[in-house]
């Protein structure tokens, strides 16, 4: 079956070049000033990548928030929001309280309000008019903008890209071809590259021979799970709608957890109760004491189900290796 599917998408491949026509007059457009880029009075951080989703941007997010919020910043957080089923400005947490559902606010927004109970965080399709809410109601002096490295309407003082390790050399062609966003030279235009998964693997020669032959500024990082002692050694059924799941089941094996079987789902997939049976029926049948997936995932689930504690998520959080988070905060320093 691998091989009639590679077979077929050759098929993409015209779509792939029209889409790579786009993209490259869309940038020219913005690069002669046709379009438009909206200077905001403080300075934007942009986290994003140039291929489809599972480069840890998430995670990234957080840790940058929080190095923000310890330099005596207030942060604020702004995301498309995707996959949330509002339209408009979105107050997802206003640094204090979480006021929307995971629903209402994208699972990934919904996330980052989780694990950053301080720092507001906002969705909106036009992140322009989001981040004026932030400096207004909310007086942020620094705004993060989440997976905006497409996103071009509003200018950015520090744009990072993040470029997954794992990701094989075959899928650096552009999409639906294989997972580019847009061409890899367009990271010419970014300040920073981070290495993601660079625990886990070593970037595809293309992309890596890129960045150092022009010396872009790059650091690795990892991920790394936290409060899961009481899981080792334990017999566990997995599941995940996330980029790229092989990761997670890394992880999990990385905690010395007896992984019995990694049941994947598309990225952002929202579950059903007749799939969560399933999933149930199946981990009990094959002996698993839980079900463990990751928070992203946990938190779409009925709430009945997040307080049986059969289903249990596991916290990551991102970690910068040789001594990335200082160059990391060097940079955010000078912004300032």
């Known amino acids: 079956m691998r091989g009639l599917a590679d077979r077929f998408k050759y098929m993409f491949f015209p779509v792939a070049l029209f889409y790579w026509g786009l993209t490259v007059w869309r ?28 480069t840890g941007k998430t995670p990234t997010v957080v840790a940058i928030a929080h190095i923000l919020h310890e330099l005596g910043k207030r942060p604020c957080v702004i995301s498309r929001g995707y996959m949330r089923e509002t ?7 206003d640094g204090e309280n979480i006021l929307v559902p995971w629903n209402e606010a994208g699972d990934e927004a919904f996330l980052m309000a989780r694990q950053l109970p301080t720092v507001p965080v906002i ?10 809410l932030a400096m207004e109601h909310f007086k942020c002096d620094v705004i993060i903008l989440d997976d905006a490295f497409q996103h071009r309407a509003v200018e950015r003082d520090l744009d990072i890209v993040l470029i997954n390790s794992r990701e094989p050399q075959e899928n650096y062609k552009m999409m639906p071809y294989g997972r580019l966003r847009e061409p890899v030279w367009s990271l010419k235009r970014a300040d920073l590259v981070i290495w993601s998964r660079a625990d886990q693997s070593r970037p595809a020669a293309t992309v890596r021979k890129w960045v150092h032959q022009r010396s872009l500024k790059s650091l690795k990082s990892g991920l790394s799970m936290t409060g899961t002692e009481c899981l080792k050694g334990v017999k566990v059924f997995s599941f995940c709608g996330i ?26 997939h929202v579950y059903s109760e007749s799939e969560i049976g399933q999933l149930k029926t199946k981990a009990t049948s094959l002996g ?3 079900l463990v997936t990751t928070e992203k995932d946990w938190v779409k689930l009925p709430e009945i189900e997040r307080q049986d504690g059969y289903i249990r998520y596991v916290p990551v959080e991102a970690v910068f290796m040789n001594n990335g988070e200082a160059m990391l905060e060097k940079e955010l320093k000078g912004l300032f």
């Open 288 to 290: 698993a004491t839980h």
């Open 123 to 132: 969705v909106d399709e036009v992140r322009y008019r989001g981040a004026i």
């Open 243 to 268: 980029g790229d799941p092989e990761s997670f089941l890394f992880l999990l094996n990385q905690l010395n957890m007896e992984v019995i079987e990694l049941q994947p789902f598309p990225d952002h």
């Open 27 to 54: 940038n020219l457009f913005y690069a002669i000033g046709f379009f438009v880029s909206h200077k905001l009075p403080v300075p934007v951080v942009s986290v994003g990548n140039i291929t489809l989703g599972g």
């Open 87 to 93: 339209k408009g400005t979105v107050v997802v947490s």
